[in-house]
């Protein structure tokens, strides 16, 4: 898979790939999983990954800004509850 978004500043086929993915497969459970090592030959661990690593990168927001912006706020979200549950 490709790590850096391409020289034109657009996502990669491998990245628009994933976000189309999850796009279409919001749940993230058992099935899901399989179908990630299915479609992508990676484990889902490296999936999400790559995922997180999207989330922050500038030719993705600009390729699917509502999605992007979706999983930005869910980790947002998650980082807050963990963060409240320290204290």
């Not at 790939?17 to 497969?25: C, M, P, S, V």
């Not at 869910?74 to 980082?79: H, K, T």
């Amino acid at each position: 898979m490709t790590v850096q978004s391409d020289m034109m500043g657009d996502v990669t086929d491998d990245d628009r790939a994933i976000l189309e993915f999850e796009e279409t497969h919001t749940r993230a459970d058992g099935i899901k999983q399989g179908r990630i090592r299915q479609v992508f030959g990676i484990s889902a661990a490296t999936y999400y990954q790559r995922l997180n690593q999207l989330m922050d990168d500038p030719a993705a927001v600009a390729s699917f800004p509502a999605l992007v912006k979706s999983l930005q706020r869910q980790r947002a979200e998650r980082v807050s509850r963990r963060l409240n549950r320290r204290f």
